[in-house]
């Protein structure tokens, strides 16, 4: 009976009741939804990581056994194109039960292949010269996803005789294939800070779906404290507000349950993690789906009851509603404490070389951090408030700041989400730059678009006079005379019996004055010289002046002893540079993948930039979610104070000057959670990069921020404010002169 009582209630209970549940619905919609995504992206990562690594396939694997009917020949090797990486298995099988790679039904014959369905596209819309010509002319068929990292991916199974295969460099035998998942390289401190950045996001999106069961909390207040006064016991008023919050709930997830249906195919072309994600992995587990459906419905209930506090202390408490407590000063002592203790270990840590023992209280420090700036900011909001109070200049802005003072913790809570993921974004993007910096730099320029490859290692001189000139002459016809060859400096020997194995200075090459006059970036000759030695070793995994020097002159062998030890060709285009590296890969003899030294430094802070996507996209989805909360609390709030405000409109306060109460009240919680956490993370991060810089003296510098970060916070902010600014049309019609009509 009582249930029914409160269903009727919530159902019927006029246009108020009727506004209620429909705005409770969309944000628990939204609430839901989002956290749906969340747990879903987090899904998709682990799906990723956790794929078979058949690339990880190596002669180990097979057992050590010799039987040539359970063998192939198998080579991995790794290619570019536009920037992309490009995966390539070559094979061939010695008997018929030989094993198969994922994704294909047979093994691809002599002379033909299989690619993603990416890698096809490609191969079939661009010129044959810049991409096609690196595979055979017959395609055997599509790579299926099983095989695939992401739906962007390039990958390539082409297949040889064992003849061929027996030519070609590092090729293995294998019985099977790996199915183990490649286990990444993460640190500890890493993985702390997206563990932590995950709570920040979700902890957001779930006070939105919390502030939207306690829309009209005063109005439904008074409504019970009124049963209250006619015999209802506060058991039967705590299960007709469970079961307003929890009509409102189900219909809330239930719709955030089609919103995320409707949207993950949309949602799973994002590039979040750089590539997206397939649709069938960017879902939640059951666990989540269930932690979802349930969870949220249950936690309405909850805080509808923990809502009803007052009411059931006292029915006539409603009315009378005494003045909340201010917050205290004592509320940012734990930030000051986790901030020591944060400092203190880092600093001890980092000069003790502790490694790993340093987690725990490191951690530990962290966490109190967060905690005690969620704790100072109704502290520090009220603070502000005051403060706007003393220097108000109009009604607006004095009514708004009495209106934050009187109650500070309320005007926070719906924002007290945000501080996690500012704090976590702001420190990250304090130490991104001082990380990249340490990557090595490179500007726009020649060597940026100048693909480098190498034909030399410990046992191999390069490629010899003939070879090297067939290669230089293919390549000078697509890019003219920017070909720039660096020799050996003395002429390669061969062993007896063995082309291939030579004894020859892998540390240093020759290059002519005029080839490493063409690069700024390079160290210039010795004055006079015709040609200079240069650090041949590191010409393929450096770009940077300081590692790549030219020495005083030494006579240069005749081009027809020498070996070709590396070459550097400037492209003009991108697709000059594919044409390029089609033509190194064809000619064979590269002890390294082609690639231009902007692909190089892109490889090597890729980890660092990915991470830096994703704490962008996390600051500006939480900034979104902060407004949502605002919203949805303004929303009630405007419910709620229908009263004051129709009686403020009835003597002469204009609709304008209302709706600046109504933005000043939401923006300077936001703003002042904003800036807090922004100060806290960059006074963080400027704090570890000094440490690390004075312990291990590497050349750390603390950098500015980026222009990306002050474009997503105001971006975010701008966004903030227009979508509360969607609920100011609620206000006028409120306000109307008939609403002066008050039962």
């Known amino acids: 009976m009582i249930a029914r009582l409160g269903f009727r209630l919530a159902i019927k209970g006029g246009k108020e009741a009727i506004t209620r549940l429909l705005l409770m619905t969309v944000a628990v919609a939204l609430g839901s939804s989002m956290v749906l995504f969340t747990l879903a992206g987090f899904h998709g990562l682990r799906m990723v990581q956790n794929r078979p690594c058949w690339e990880c396939t190596r002669s180990e694997t097979s057992g050590g056994t010799s039987d040539t009917q359970h063998t192939l020949l198998w080579l991995f090797r790794q290619d570019y194109y536009n920037n992309q990486q490009l995966e390539r298995a070559d094979m061939a099988a010695l008997g018929n039960k ?26 079939d819309a661009k010129p044959k010269a810049q991409l096609g010509e690196r595979f055979p002319a017959t395609r055997a068929g599509i790579i299926s996803d099983s095989a695939l990292s992401d739906p962007k991916a390039l990958v390539a199974y082409v297949g040889h005789t064992p003849a061929q295969m027996e030519t070609m460099s590092h090729v293995q035998a294998v019985s099977k294939i790996a199915t183990s998942p490649q286990q990444h390289t993460v640190t500890q401190f890493l993985q702390i800070v997206l563990g932590v950045g995950a709570v920040g996001l979700l902890f957001p999106m779930l006070i939105l779906v919390s502030t939207a069961t306690r829309l009209s909390a005063s109005r439904r207040e008074e409504r019970f404290a009124a049963l209250r006064l006619i015999g209802a016991t506060p058991g039967q008023i705590t299960v007709i507000a469970s079961v307003d919050s929890l009509v409102a709930s189900l219909a809330g997830v239930i719709v955030g349950l089609f919103v995320f249906i409707a949207l993950r195919p949309l949602v799973a072309q994002f590039p979040f993690t750089g590539a997206p994600f397939f649709v069938s992995d960017l879902t939640p587990t059951l666990f989540g789906y269930l932690a979802v459906m349930i969870g949220v419905p249950i936690a309405s209930v909850v805080t509808a009851a923990a809502s009803l506090r007052r009411v059931q202390i006292s029915p006539l408490g409603v009315s009378r509603k005494a003045m909340p407590k201010p917050p205290k000063a004592w509320r940012a002592i734990p930030f000051l404490i986790g901030l020591i203790i944060f400092t203190a270990t880092l600093v001890w840590g980092a000069h003790k070389n502790t490694g790993a023992l340093i987690l725990v209280p490191l951690l530990g420090g962290f966490v109190l951090m967060l905690t005690g700036l969620i704790l100072a900011g109704s502290w520090l909001t009220m603070v502000g408030a005051r403060g706007m109070a003393r220097v108000a200049r109009g009604a607006s802005s004095l009514l708004a ?21 500012v704090f976590i974004g702001t420190m990250f993007s304090t130490l991104a730059p001082a990380i990249l910096g340490n990557q090595g730099s490179l500007k726009k320029g020649k060597l940026t678009d100048t693909v480098v490859a190498t034909f030399h290692n410990t046992s191999t001189a390069g490629l010899d006079s003939p070879a090297s000139t067939q290669l230089i002459n293919k390549l000078e016809a697509v890019v003219g005379s920017n070909v720039y060859p660096i020799y050996a400096t003395q002429p390669a020997a061969s062993a007896p019996g063995n082309k291939s194995e030579v004894k020859v200075d892998a540390a240093r090459g020759v290059i002519s004055c005029a080839a490493l006059a063409a690069f700024n970036e390079f160290s210039h000759c010795p004055a006079g010289a015709q040609q200079a030695t240069i650090a041949t070793h590191v010409v393929g995994d450096h770009m940077t002046s300081d590692l790549i020097q030219a020495t005083s002159a030494e006579p240069l062998v005749a081009n027809a002893a020498a070996h070709l030890q590396a070459l550097l060709v400037s492209a003009s285009s991108q697709d000059e540079i594919e044409h390029v590296r089609t033509i190194i890969i064809n000619n064979g003899g590269a002890t390294s993948i082609p690639q231009t030294y902007g692909e190089a430094l892109q490889t090597r802070s890729s980890t660092i930039i990915l991470l830096q996507r994703m704490v962008y996209a996390g600051i500006a989805l939480t900034l979104f979610v902060a407004a949502c909360s605002l919203s949805v609390s303004v929303g009630g709030s405007l419910v709620e104070r229908k009263r004051p405000f129709s009686l403020l409109r009835l003597s002469g306060m204009s609709m304008t000057g209302l709706s600046k109460v109504i933005l000043i009240e939401s923006a300077v919680p936001l703003l002042i959670v904003s800036v807090l956490s922004g100060v806290a993370g960059y006074g963080t991060g400027a704090l570890m990069i000094k440490v690390i810089a004075s312990s291990n003296g590497n050349g750390t510098q603390l950098k500015p921020l980026s222009v990306e970060y002050y474009l997503t916070m105001l971006m975010g902010l701008i966004i903030s404010v227009l979508v509360v600014s969607l609920t100011l049309p609620l206000l006028n019609k409120l306000t109307q002169s008939d609403s002066a009509r008050f039962e």
Do not use: C, H, N, T
Request: hydrophobic share 45%.
């Open 98 to 123: 030989a094993p198969m790679p994922p994704g294909i039904s047979q093994l691809p014959l002599a002379d033909e292949y299989y690619a993603s369905p990416e890698l096809a596209k490609l191969i």
């Open 401 to 421: 700041a009495r209106r934050l003072a009187y109650d500070p913790k309320a005007a926070f809570r719906s924002v007290s989400g945000l501080v996690l993921a």
